[in-house]
């Protein structure tokens, strides 16, 4: 029996112990979806050569934002997210600068190139800088020392570096990314550098860390130890993650899943990953786990829960968002279920209390709305 499966059935066994509780009344939660529509893939020349034609082979990923109230529907080509109580624009921008030296032994150039990720209001305006990996905070390999280890007069540049990014998923106020550091030193043919995993919370003044539960950690490297002794391949991998970085969230059944990062220990600048997952997880948020045991209890003879994709359940929990066969559904609790569209890769929700919004921010929300339709 898959391990989805056993998580669903421990949801029902234990919504099974409680008493039923009334239908609740229509929602005033809003929510935002995020659907990645296509992942990145990483070629580490084309990253490297933003000139060059090999740039096509580097693709973002793309994404599509769904907004609801469960009665209209508007969607985004992008991310809109919601920032430190505000809506934004998630977009990334990029920095190229060019360092020149003069060195005794000749001229020394250096490119860097640094992916950025931004936040705009949804009326306009500025884009406001939010995070940048931290990885690419080191990127000062530029130095005349290194000179004398190949001819710099042969390359236009001689040494280039670039650190990219792809978001992964956004649940609640925390965002998961995916980081890829390179550099082509003088003299080096290859590229070397690191891949980054991060959880970071979304903040009034930007992205900070997301500090892992230590109960988590401590059942990551239990799942690992347990797993090496096993597996051949994990045997070449050590755990490198850690309390405030090195695993991304992902939306899984009923909750979260971890994905931890495990480094090549024979290379540190491999970026191939060994993933650890973890699918039972609850730590990160325990409201969120007994508003749904008692949702599915309320619910459990009207939907066949283990055919369910994701699920998420309001806060005041009278509604549920939920994937099935590539749809995304809106579900009432007073049985009404109206459907949201397509998604590819449900990555994703944030929910909106509508009470607390502006009057500016809800007329914006409002244009261009579809009528959701009924199921």
């Not at 609801?68 to 998630?90: C, K, M, N, W």
């Not at 007069?153 to 792809?166: L, P």
Request: charge should be neutral; hydrophobic fraction near 35%.
């Amino acid at each position: 029996m898959s391990v989805e499966w056993q998580f669903l059935r421990r949801l029902l066994a234990v919504a099974n112990t409680k008493a039923p509780g009334p239908l609740a009344q229509r929602s005033h939660w809003q929510v935002l979806a995020f659907d990645m529509r296509q992942e990145q893939r990483s070629d580490r020349e084309a990253l490297l050569e933003p000139t060059s034609d090999q740039l096509s082979k580097f693709s973002r990923s793309e994404w599509r934002t769904i907004w609801s109230d469960g009665r209209d529907i508007r969607a985004f080509d992008g991310l809109v997210a919601r920032v430190g109580g505000q809506l934004q624009r998630l977009q990334t921008q990029v920095i190229t600068k060019t360092k020149a030296h003069r060195c005794a032994e000749g001229n020394l150039c250096c490119r860097y190139r640094v992916d950025v990720l931004v936040g705009q209001s949804i009326y306009g305006g500025r884009p406001r800088f939010l995070w940048r990996s931290p990885e690419s905070r080191h990127l000062d390999f530029c130095r005349c020392a290194a000179l004398p280890e190949a001819d710099a007069q042969t390359r236009k540049i001689d040494a280039e570096e670039a650190s990219s990014f792809s978001i992964q998923s956004i649940v609640d106020d925390k965002i998961s990314i995916d980081t890829l550091t390179d550099e082509y030193d003088i003299g080096r043919g290859t590229p070397h550098g690191g891949r980054v995993w991060q959880t970071l919370k979304m903040t009034q003044r930007g992205l900070r860390n997301c500090r892992m539960p230590r109960r988590l950690l401590a059942k990551a490297d239990a799942a690992f130890a347990r797993l090496a002794q096993c597996d051949q391949v994990a045997q070449d991998y050590d755990p490198s993650y850690f309390e405030s970085g090195g695993y991304l969230l992902i939306p899984h059944k009923g909750g979260i899943a971890v994905d931890f990062q495990c480094g090549y220990h024979f290379d540190p600048y491999d970026t191939t990953l060994y993933r650890l997952r973890l699918e039972d997880s609850t730590e990160f948020n325990q409201d969120s786990v007994r508003r749904k045991l008692d949702f599915v209890h309320r619910n459990q003879t009207l939907f066949p829960w283990t055919e369910i994709d994701v699920f998420t359940v309001a806060p005041d929990g009278t509604s549920m968002l939920y994937s099935r066969d590539s749809q995304l559904f809106w579900y009432q609790a007073n049985g009404e279920t109206v459907a949201l569209g397509e998604v590819r890769n449900f990555r994703g929700w944030q929910w909106i209390d509508s009470t607390t919004q502006s009057t500016t921010e809800l007329r914006w929300l409002m244009q261009d709305t579809q009528t959701a339709q009924a199921c």
